[in-house]
């Protein structure tokens, strides 16, 4: 067969699809919003923090959290099944944890760092355990939708349904729930408020994700701030600021929504104006000093200013 034959035949080019940028609610939205500039250094151009520490605190906060779930439902081993975790077992889960993170090169930056950790999770079972353990409906819940230009995504900790015993769950009845390891934001200091606020939007962000999947708005959310457990006397019940409530059934709240579907609609705007620049400015309004305190470049940065030491 010859080439000849084909030297008339002519194909139409098909434009190529775009593909839609997936941005995370906390991974990128909230880490930009929060600085832009830190966001643009490590998120985008990948530099690597000299210390990990709140790496390693979140991860394995969240890691201990999922795998004492599962010892509840007998996931890891059917004979813990309807059991609350011992002392012992969390330990054990942390250790597992701990080593795997290790390998990995993420590790605690010091002992009372660690210390600190076992503690509020040893803390959290015995204080939320029995209330919270047999409503868990999911964890580690992946949401997700198309926002035209983007499509946005994120992941409910804890799923928690106050319903339980029926045969079907009652997506109408669930509450989601966020851990943060850290204390509740100071509200009095202005920096403080405005990280509440951002925690705020996660949240209804994550309502309209939920509400998207399965047509109906949880009951709310609950941000679980876990380095509220830490005081001395050990808590045996609650600590007032630990749980922060966001009431999704609130008429002020379902506007809120909205808002805050603006509001990460204008964030991936400005991550896309910057990524296009490559140009990661310091953000206009100083960010609440545990980020400062913790920034690799706080010591190059015109919104705020750290005199220089030694290492």
């Known amino acids: 067969m010859s080439w000849r034959q084909y030297q008339n035949l002519r194909i139409v080019a098909t434009l190529s699809a775009g593909i839609k940028e997936k941005y995370s609610v906390t991974a990128d939205i909230l880490s930009f919003q929060l600085c832009s500039r830190q966001y643009g250094f490590f998120a985008v151009r990948r530099y690597q923090p000299a210390h990990v520490v709140q790496i390693w605190f979140g991860t394995i906060i969240h890691q201990v959290l999922d795998k004492l779930h599962m010892h509840y439902f007998g996931l890891l081993n059917p004979n813990t099944k309807g059991q609350i975790p011992l002392d012992t077992d ?134 679980y701030f876990m380095n509220e457990l830490d005081t001395d006397p050990k808590p045996t019940a609650r600590p007032t600021q630990a749980a922060y409530e966001v009431d999704f059934r609130n008429p002020l709240n379902v506007q809120h929504i909205n808002q805050a579907m603006q509001s990460f609609d204008q964030t991936v705007i400005d991550i896309e104006r910057c990524r296009q620049q490559d140009r990661w400015d310091s953000p206009q309004q100083m960010p609440d000093k545990e980020t400062c305190d913790i920034c690799d470049l706080r010591w190059n940065c015109p919104t705020v200013s750290y005199p220089m030491r030694y290492p």
């Open 90 to 223: 969390v330990e054990t889960y942390f250790t597992e944890v701990e080593d795997s993170l290790r390998a990995r090169g993420i590790k605690a930056i010091n002992q009372s760092i660690r210390d600190t950790a076992l503690k509020v999770l040893k803390i959290f079972n015995r204080v939320e355990g029995a209330n919270l353990y047999p409503y868990v409906l999911d964890t580690e819940c992946a949401l997700q939708a198309d926002q035209g230009n983007y499509i946005l995504h994120g992941i409910v900790d804890v799923l928690r349904d106050i319903s339980v015993g029926r045969a079907i769950p009652n997506y109408d009845s669930v509450e989601i729930w966020d851990y943060k390891g850290s204390r509740f934001p100071d509200i009095n200091r202005q920096d403080g408020r405005r990280k509440l606020e951002r925690y705020t939007f996660q949240m209804l962000a994550y309502a309209q994700l939920y509400k998207l999947k399965t047509g109906n708005l949880p009951l709310k959310g609950v941000l």
